[in-house]
């Protein structure tokens, strides 16, 4: 038995490919643990205010006078917690959900499904508070921070690709998932006049996010790809990719895409569908295999 630590399951995390989700919920774990402690340290040496900046510079505030001296925060805020049960339901939402989008889309469509929903929700939240007069007495001082824009984006995305996918709740039973996220736009917008308005506006603007990027994949159109190469761009400063010898076979012809062969039933050419994306992404699909996918998603 390997015993690592907990320190190399981390790193193995971060190493293993196809494991966005995972990484997300992590980014988001450490980042909480690492401003528990500083909270703890530094109020118990007498310098709680220094953690109160620090927090400060990580949450996104709705005055664009000040957000144009902190424009980092339009990223930070969707990967910062303060209250234990806010990102415990955050990141379940996302796990339970964020699986559904992987399995189907791939793991990059849950990183660039999140990243989208969370910058969607930011925008919407400055957006609304600096439009609306309602906000006029908030907007020099509101400030927000948690997943739940991305979070958001991630559940209406799921509800929207595959929206009569079943979860069995406690005390429930089973119930579609096209009813679960309905429900949470419905408490999300019936809150935008309450004390959280700001982030019930995020939920809602991370919402629409999450429907658009669906009703787009299902037409061919990826609108998470610009984010997807921008990582890619960003990870190649890091990451030293290892030099790989390619030999080349007279013998051997270039090899086929599997096809479903005759007599197969559907759930098994969705399985084979879902091979692929697993193994070459989404775009590898050809338009019949696509459609194929998204009739599939309506019959379920």
């Known amino acids: 038995m390997n015993g690592g630590g907990i320190l190399e399951d981390f790193k193995n995390a ?3 490919p196809q494991n ?3 990484q997300i919920i992590m980014i988001n774990l450490i980042v909480f643990l690492v401003l528990l402690v500083l909270e703890v340290v530094l109020t118990l040496s007498g310098a709680a205010n220094i953690h109160a900046m620090i927090v400060n510079q990580l949450t996104l505030p709705s005055s664009l006078d000040t957000f144009i001296f902190q424009p980092w925060t339009i990223f930070t805020y969707f990967f910062t917690h303060t209250g234990f049960f806010h990102i415990l339901f955050n990141m379940l939402f996302l796990f339970w959900f964020g699986r559904i989008i992987a399995e189907y ?3 990059d469509r849950v990183l660039s499904l999140y990243i989208l929903g969370g910058l969607a929700g930011g925008i919407f939240y400055i957006l609304i508070y600096n439009i609306l007069p309602f906000f006029a007495d908030q907007v020099a001082h509101a400030k927000m921070l948690g997943a739940s824009a991305g979070v958001y984006a991630v559940v209406v995305g799921a509800a929207t690709l595959y929206p009569n996918y079943t979860f069995f709740l406690l005390l429930i039973g089973p119930v ?10 419905i408490v999300s917008f019936a809150g935008t006049t309450g004390m959280n308005a700001g982030g019930n506006l995020a939920h809602l603007g991370g919402a629409l996010l999450g429907y658009m990027f669906i009703r787009q994949i299902q037409k061919g159109n990826d ?6 190469k921008s990582l890619d761009f960003l990870q190649s400063f890091f990451v030293r990719k290892p030099h790989i010898k390619v030999t080349y076979s007279s013998k051997a012809g270039p090899k086929k ?3 479903p062969a005759k007599g197969q039933t559907k759930q098994e050419e969705i399985d084979i569908i879902l091979d692929k994306i697993s193994a070459s992404g989404y775009e590898s699909l050809s338009k019949e295999e696509k459609q194929k996918l998204f009739n599939a998603s309506k019959n379920n």
């Open 14 to 16: 971060f190493n293993r």
């Open 20 to 22: 966005a989700l995972l």
């Open 105 to 107: 889309l791939g793991s």
């Open 176 to 185: 579609r998932i096209k009813y679960i996220a309905l429900f949470y736009v």
């Open 223 to 228: 609108l998470g790809a610009p984010v997807i």
């Open 257 to 259: 895409p599997v096809k």
